[in-house]
């Protein structure tokens, strides 16, 4: 017989009243470990026969015995259908709980953020900007991403406790920061890929310098390969084989700050562009730098007209 207890056990409220989730209709950490110890006692009536080793004096007696002990097939098919059942109906209701819980979470998240004169504004019925980034919100699913510029920097996560965000935000800005291109190598950076291609694509713009932003975005990305091969071994590994969108938009948030300090002939502007140009896929979100001002969206970029003559 199949030695497997899967009964329907109550559910009690005995959830941390602290930080962790709490419900007084469900116990999601005591449901879940339910679950696994009965999955697990499923899976045990087949570890005789999962450890057989071959070549064993008592190889073939380990075997017949492993075999008396396996369940029919149509105990284990009840036994699992048993468990997906109760697994399906405790999904339900630990996602039920967790929406429910949801908005307080949230507000004891952005009533700590504004105590630590956080600047922080909602930005729209599911987000809010806080600080540079973005956090958007989906309530009724429990989950939460951080984006910069509307570039998403994390993947959504589960929240289940006010820490959840913290964690997520901190780890967004530890990964924003860690794409800072030093401030100053910045501005020669961005110049060389632009001169490159204001260069090859001189007839193709008429002489105006004006150039997709998208395009200096490519270009950055090969200049930064170029510049790590000039400083080692052709066969090294190289270390800025990646460059988000999000993390080329920060460099260039950091840059536009740095322009009051540059020379007037290698300033590079930065051009909204038409209605068009936006349908076409063209526009770049930027300023995500300050939290009080407005996303700003970019189509060209361009440098001074008298180098450009």
Same mark, same amino acid.
């Given at each position: ?40 006692? /499923? ?6 026969? &999962?450890?057989?080793? &071959? ?20 105990? /284990? ?11 399906? &109906? ?15 979470? #949230?507000?004891?998240? /952005? ?7 956080? /600047? ?31 570039? @998403? ?65 490519? #270009? ?70 300050? @939290? ?18």
């Amino acid at each position: 017989m199949l030695d497997v207890n899967l009964k329907h056990r109550s559910i009690d409220p005995i959830l941390d009243a602290n930080q962790q989730v709490t419900t007084d209709l469900f116990d999601e950490p005591g449901t879940i470990k339910s679950l696994r110890r009965d999955a697990n006692a /499923i899976s045990a009536q087949f570890e005789a026969l &999962a450890n057989l080793k &071959a070549g064993e004096a008592d190889a073939l007696d380990l075997l017949e015995k492993a075999m008396k002990a396996l369940p029919t097939g149509e105990q /284990i098919g009840r036994a699992v259908d048993e468990l997906r059942t109760r697994a399906s &109906a405790a999904l339900s209701s630990a996602r039920g709980a967790r929406a429910g819980l949801f908005g307080t979470i #949230e507000s004891a998240f /952005i009533k700590q953020q504004r105590e630590a004169s956080v /600047i922080l504004r909602e930005a729209g019925n599911s987000s809010w900007r806080i600080g540079m980034f973005e956090l958007e919100l989906q309530r009724e699913s429990s989950r939460a991403r951080v984006s910069y510029n509307r570039e @998403p920097v994390t993947e959504w996560r589960a929240i289940g406790v006010r820490d959840d965000l913290d964690k997520l935000l901190s780890g967004a800005k530890k990964s924003l920061e860690s794409t800072a291109i030093p401030e100053s190598d910045l501005p020669d950076l961005l110049w060389e890929a632009y001169e490159y291609l204001r260069t090859i694509g001189a007839r193709s713009t008429g002489g105006t310098g004006r150039l997709p932003l998208l395009e200096l975005y490519k #270009e950055v990305r090969v200049v930064l390969t170029r510049q790590e091969l000039r400083s080692g071994k052709p066969d090294r590994k190289l270390s800025r084989t990646e460059l988000p969108r999000w993390a080329f938009l920060y460099n260039i948030d950091r840059y536009r700050r740095l322009l009051p300090n540059l020379p007037a002939e290698r300033r590079l502007s930065f051009e909204t562009g038409s209605q068009h140009d936006h349908q076409k896929g063209l526009a770049m979100v930027a300023n995500g730098l300050d @939290p009080n001002a407005d996303y700003k969206a970019y189509c060209y970029v361009y440098a001074a007209q008298a180098i450009l003559q």
